[in-house]
């Protein structure tokens, strides 16, 4: 049997290597969730607004890369959409020729916010249990509601990776039970090192036909592209590939970043081995000599910023999840999976990744990594945390736990009513068609896991 800490109690030898005091496991920070959204994933502020540090006018909502909906808590729903009204984009009317009849209608897409219900719960000691371990009474049962709002951050920070590659939080693509059972949508503008963007028709001006983001086609053009990652010399991080997710994302209307300042720049999040791969690149060399390092250490990006790059900030971050199809893991269920490899009660609990949340890393050699714009998702809240606390059996059994109900989702637009013009084609999108995603991007570079030494 694993010891654990009741039956270490009842060792004499043990006993007396154990402390009075007990310590906290030491735990890795999730650094991109709590850049994106600091008031949010902390769950310990008063307020449920995430703060903006965009501009206060011109962009969409209020700017901040993570948007807060908040209307299920007056509303009594678990889903709605969210209109999002076109520009006119029809030529005018000139001289004399007739006007009636010729006015543009107004389209909208629309974007779906969703939410789930949430808990967990921890069992600290009762009884005699609780006898053995008395002289760790503070840790074990003082401190329960600590343990479960450190779970809850964690818990949240998890789904803000899943979210970005998979279009989904964790409790919304579980598969089982009272999971959201939503199916996996990888990122709409996703571009593949040595490859491009994925999904593109022969003269890149628009998805192949019958493969447009969220549906079977293109998840198979995701794989696809991925499983041509295999040289990590020619296919893995470069200066060339950042600067050209630059480049792409600016075509894609994404929204910069805006500091207060005015300053305004693409934060672009890559797994460390990426990193690694970034520094060893020729053109990296002569791009570090250039910079003045001591004043960037000032510069509110240097904040954790690894180096700026064309107009993107880089950071990195080890939890950023990798790409599998099945020719990376057999398991895989769906044509493509994204973070940790799920263990097979995993499985079957409906996780298509690990489900412990932060303790594994991603050791996967497709790294993915995300460059992030202005609302590039949106959490549902529908009230904030809330501790439950049950005793039964007169004492000897004792449950605190946590509800959460909240998910988050990527944002992008789909044309749910088939109102909107392609302005390739000139006819309209099928209603529910994918329309656009100006919010985030997301690459793919094949970035092994194992560090050379």
Known sequence: MAATILNLANNPELRTLLSDMMYRQMWRGHRMSRWLAPEFVRQNRPKEEVDSI?????????????EVQNAFIQEGRTDYLVPIKNRLTQHEIFGNDPRSGNAESLAYG??????????????????????????????????????????????????????????????????????????????????????????????????????RPGTAAYETAV????????????????????????????????????MESGFSFYPLWIKDVAWEQLQNDPDFGSLAKSLFISELSKHPLGNGMNIFIGECAVYSDNEMPCAYTVADDA?????????????????????????????????????????IGQSCM?????????????????????????EWYQSIVRDEVYDTLGLIVNPVTGSNFAAGDFYENTSSLVGVTCSPYALGY
């Not at 049950?390 to 605190?400: A, I, P, S, T, Y």
Request: with cysteine; aromatic share 8%.
């Open 378 to 402: 949106t959490v549902g809240v529908a009230h904030k945390p809330n501790f439950t606390e049950e005793e039964k059996d007169h004492g000897n059994v004792h449950e605190l736990g946590v």
């Open 110 to 211: 629309f974007q779906a916010v969703y939410i789930n219900r949430s808990w967990k719960g921890v069992a600290p000691p009762t009884g005699t249990d609780f006898q053995k371990v008395k002289q760790w009474a503070k840790s074990l049962v003082g401190e329960n509601r600590s343990d479960l709002t450190d779970y809850l951050r964690d818990n949240i920070s998890s789904s803000v990776y899943l979210a970005l590659v998979t279009g989904w939080s964790r409790d919304l693509l579980n598969t089982v039970g009272g999971g959201g059972k939503k199916a996996i949508r990888s990122h709409p503008n996703m571009f593949v090192a040595g490859y491009g963007q994925v999904g593109m028709n022969a003269q890149g001006t628009d998805y192949a036909t019958g493969a």
């Open 331 to 371: 398991t895989v269920t769906s044509t493509v999976e994204y973070g940790p490899r799920p263990t097979s009660a995993d499985r079957a609990a409906g996780f298509s990744f690990n489900s412990s949340t932060g303790r594994t890393l991603d050791t996967g050699n497709k790294a993915t990594c995300a460059l």
């Open 223 to 258: 794989a696809n592209a991925i499983n041509g990652l295999t040289d990590p010399t020619a296919q893995g991080m470069t200066v060339k590939f950042v600067k050209n997710l630059a480049a792409a994302a600016s075509r894609l209307k994404i929204a910069k970043i805006a």
């Open 54 to 66: 965009g501009p206060k006018s011109g962009a969409k909502w209020t700017g901040a890369p993570v």
